[in-house]
């Protein structure tokens, strides 16, 4: 429709607002109350307008065809200029104070020429709420415009803030109205965001001396992969803000992102390497970089030549750029001459990996999480996603309330089931039998796209035969829940118009997760919801942030970048000619496997980039037994890690904030990386390292850049060729498969056809087998694993930032009921033994596990919880079983100490054999 304003003539789209018309035109309106991102209000009055000589507010009025708009109108102008100076006259003089880039308030007074209100108004006193590392409320800077409230409740879908108070006496309070660090506030920082007044700030935001740099980046934490503005004062990170052009996080990012970025310049980062003069008993001392580089380089060189490349094992990073698992990769198969590569993805979802190529035929998820914006059910199965991928976990929240039904699959009441239709709480391990169970509801009921099925999927005769066991009675039995919750689902899940699939580590880690996977893509293939126009597919929550990428770049033991096999003649040919090399043709061990192999002589050397295994693998004192038996341990890192400490070379290496790259996030988005710090002391990123290395080893890895590196990656992986850091430069975040440098990458997949080898989708008939380790008389309870909101995965990097603060040590979570048999409340120390140690740990009292079971994390070296875990793993993939963990539980102290106890440096201890 057509409409002027200021009697210039403008073209706005249906459903447009007057607000939206004077912006189209360019004129410039001040609002208060009004924030794009949420539902109009129009109560500050500050955006009035003139329509036909009547003061409309803008924001909240339906533009009409032919409507004419006066921006200049003066009555509405006055009207205006009224509404904000009796606003101003509530506030005490600083709130003009406030520098106009930080402060909507101040810039709206500078449209008006409004320098102090005419008005004397009486002034709050209500004081300042420190209480919270990264979130300060000013009261008396409170407007009461609700749009903190508004941003909690429709974007980040916590609800944490209201209104208290009435008329002149309205503020904004957090929770029930205490202390802001005690209400239910996630921390995502959006209400600092939107607040137009200064009345909510965060520390890096408030200081008025400008930035001397800001970087647009992706954030190096979770797979979500947020677009983040890192903005740089002295030398550090001053603040960092999400993008409002993310495409992922749409201007939204968590605790982590926004906040913890005060690792970067922790007092204790690795500056220089490390070298041991004697055996693991002599200490770490500091060594130029030529010292360093010449031990790793000769005593690397000396094991492969003495006992042959497949004496070293190699573990690359999720954490890692795109580009430096790519010159990782190729650093084992060139430099080493062996295929024992591999990435931590074997630990989290390399049975995503295997089962969604088993599928559907690409490693990753089925289609772009912009999809999720046109379902009308989701069905959640072992994520957690407001804890673990919280920017996802605001949007399914926002997607609920405006409909979308929901559906849990989860042994634990996580965040998001306190909203679902209907709540699967199965046993841990359990998986394959409830999805079976929904598989045979979704056929028995007619739920299933029939022309689908017979059209585009293969495997459907061989699911009806394993699905004559799984009965809704007999598959519930294996899981534990009343049979009318599998009915419930299958009949959600089979009855919506475009139902998508979440699901995270709670179906891949598991003796049977492959299995898991691939019962789970059942029900999208029968329903016809993947691979279809409007389909909204399978999306795997991917851990860590470039876990997809660690393996798309090919640090895996059987697979080149791209997944291209390195049995394949063809392939290797391939590689060899542009590596002037020889790939080994036999597959490499995979991580679990080097530690055996270690412990048995066969494995000599570790090569570990980035991770700390013997903090974050399963089964860590055996990880330790498997360090120790090495001749040489070499590690990456930008701490003394666990792993570190059992080194004999530590290369001093550098985070996402200080390095040039590409992630590839959870939906397949490669996204760039960029520096906007340099690295402390003689830090350096992992892709210097390994071309250091190899050079002393007498080696040239080529790629000399991280562009050059992935120029190389496209031009030998046809599902990357179309991408290089130019175009992402230029274009912003592609999706892979992108095959040539005029496509766009495909976001949705399969529309065409599946890329399995006969291009239809592959059904899987596979039976429920009971998991690796099951409780007993002597180890009753199962612990299960996973991550809590503050922190992230083995916490090097979120421990040494406030968010400490706001979780400072680790506790475990256990329903009332164990604790009241057990004699504990709140705060008490229990002794959690399985068959390989003991961990002491708080105990915190919640319904959200069940009796039975018990929750904690891996996060904090001093609760080793790794210590506890099984070596028991997916039996296709080698992806341990963390999610379940036989255990008993031995009360230490009772009575009235609290969590502030002190727990030692290390309260593993062996456990019985
Ligand atoms: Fe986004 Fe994940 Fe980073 Fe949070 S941790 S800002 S959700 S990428």
């Not at 000769?298 to 430096?324: F, K, Q, V």
């Not at 033994?833 to 003991?838: G, I, L, N, V």
């Amino acid at each position: 429709m057509r409409v002027t304003v200021d009697r210039v003539g403008v073209e706005v789209a249906d459903g447009a607002t007057v607000l939206d018309a004077t912006r189209a035109a360019g004129a410039v309106v001040p609002t208060l109350c009004y924030d794009e991102r949420l539902t109009p209000q129009g109560s500050c009055r500050v955006c009035l307008v003139g329509v036909r000589g009547r003061a409309v507010p803008a924001c909240t009025t339906p533009a009409a065809d032919g409507m004419e708009i006066a921006t200049d109108e003066a009555a509405a102008r006055e009207a205006a200029q009224l509404a904000l100076e009796l606003l101003v006259s509530q506030l005490p003089a600083r709130a003009l104070d406030i520098p106009a880039e930080h402060s909507e308030l101040v810039r709206a007074c500078q449209h008006f020429g409004l320098t102090a209100s005419r008005f004397d108004g009486a002034t709050r006193n209500a004081g300042v709420d420190h209480s919270h590392p990264y979130v300060k409320l000013d009261r008396d800077l409170c407007i009461a415009c609700n749009r903190c409230v508004r941003i909690c409740a429709e974007v980040q879908g916590t609800f944490a803030l209201s209104l208290a108070g009435r008329g002149f006496d309205t503020v904004v309070v957090a929770g029930v109205g205490g202390p802001w660090v005690s209400s239910p506030c996630v921390a995502c920082g959006g209400c600092v965001d939107t607040c137009p007044s200064g009345a909510l700030t965060e520390p890096g935001l408030s200081d008025p001396r400008p930035f001397s740099r800001t970087t647009t980046t992706t954030c190096g934490y979770c797979g979500v992969g947020c677009t983040l503005r890192v903005h740089v004062r002295d030398g550090a990170v001053a603040a960092i803000t999400p993008a409002r052009e993310g495409p992922v996080n749409r201007g939204h990012a968590c605790v982590k992102g926004r906040f913890a970025h005060a690792f970067a310049r922790s007092r204790d980062r690795l500056t220089t390497p490390l070298v041991r003069d004697g055996g693991r008993d002599s200490p770490l001392r500091p060594a130029s970089w030529q010292e360093a580089l010449t031990v790793a380089a000769t005593r690397l060189a000396a094991i492969r030549d003495r006992h042959g490349p497949d004496a070293i094992g190699m573990i690359s990073s999720a954490r890692a750029t795109n580009e430096e698992n790519y010159l990782a990769q190729k650093f084992a198969r060139v430099v080493l001459g062996t295929n024992n590569i591999d990435n931590c993805s074997r630990l989290c979802h390399a049975p995503s990996a295997v089962g969604l190529t088993a599928a559907f035929g690409h490693a990753g998820s089925t289609n772009s999480v912009d999809d999720l914006d046109h379902t009308d059910c989701i069905l959640i199965a072992g994520a957690n996603p407001t804890e673990a991928h919280p920017v996802i976990g605001a949007r399914i929240k926002q997607l609920v309330l405006r409909g979308a039904r929901l559906i849990v699959i989860d042994p634990r009441r996580i965040d998001l089931a306190e909203m679902a239709d209907v709540h699967i709480q199965a046993e841990p391990g359990s998986n394959v039998a409830v999805f079976n169970g929904i598989a045979r509801i979704l056929i028995d009921e007619g739920h299933t796209d029939e022309e689908f099925l017979r059209t585009r999927a293969s495997g459907l005769a061989e699911l009806i035969a394993v699905l004559a066991d799984y009965p809704p009675n007999q598959a519930a039995r294996l899981a534990g829940v009343a049979p009318e919750a599998l009915v419930a689902a299958a009949r959600l899940y089979g009855t919506a118009r475009r139902p998508a699939i979440v699901y995270g580590l709670g179906v891949t880690e598991h003796a049977h997760g492959t299995d898991g996977v691939r019962t789970l893509s059942n029900l999208a293939i029968l329903k016809g919801a993947v691979g279809t126009p409007g389909c909204c597919g399978v999306l795997s929550m991917r851990g860590q942030n470039n876990v997809q990428g660690a393996s798309d770049m090919g640090a895996l033991p059987d697979l080149l970048p791209g997944y291209q096999r390195v049995t394949d003649p063809d392939v290797r040919a391939r590689f060899n000619q542009a590596w002037r090399a020889e790939v080994p043709v036999r597959p490499g061990l995979r991580i679990l496997d080097m530690f055996a192999s270690a412990i048995a002589g066969r494995v000599r050397a570790m090569y570990v980039i980035g991770e700390d295994i013997a903090q974050t693998d399963p089964d860590s004192n055996n990880v330790r037994r498997a360090l120790a038996a090495c001749d040489l341990v070499i590690n990456h890192d930008l701490f003394l890690s666990s792993t570190a400490e059992h080194a004999d070379v530590v290369f001093p290496a550098v985070p996402f904030l200080d390095k040039e790259g590409t992630f590839v996030n959870f939906d397949r988005r490669v996204q760039r990386v960029r520096p906007a710090l340099d690295p402390p002391g003689q830090a350096r990123s992992d892709f210097d390292i390994l071309h250091l290395l190899a050079r002393a080893m007498g080696a040239d890895l080529g790629c000399s850049t991280p562009a050059e590196a992935m120029a190389e990656c496209a031009a030998l992986t046809p599902t990357f060729a179309g991408i290089s850091h130019a175009r992402l430069d230029v274009e912003g975040p592609l999706h892979w498969p992108c095959r040539g440098i005029d496509e766009p990458g495909e976001g949705r997949l399969y529309l065409d056809s599946f890329a399995t080898p006969d291009g239809r989708a592959a059904l899987a008939a596979r039976p429920y087998l009971p998991p690796g380790e099951q409780p007993s008389n002597s180890f009753p309870y199962i612990l299960i694993t996973g991550r809590r909101l503050s922190h992230y995965n083995s916490g090097s990097m979120s421990r040494r930032t406030p968010n400490q603060q706001l979780h400072p040590h680790e506790i475990l979570d256990m329903h009332p009921d164990d604790a009241a048999r057990l004699g504990l409340t709140n705060g008490d120390l229990v002794e959690v033994t399985s068959r390989r140690a003991t961990v002491t740990y708080p105990v915190r009292l919640t319904k959200t596990v069940s009796p039975g079971q018990i929750f904690t994390t891996f996060g904090f070296p001093d609760t080793p919880t790794n210590a506890l875990t099984s070596d028991a793993a997916d039996t296709e993939t080698g992806c341990p079983e963390y999610k379940i963990t036989a255990v008993s539980l031995n009360p230490v102290i009772t009575g009235s100490e609290s969590l502030a106890v002190v727990l030692g440096p290390s309260t593993s201890k062996p456990g019985p054999s």
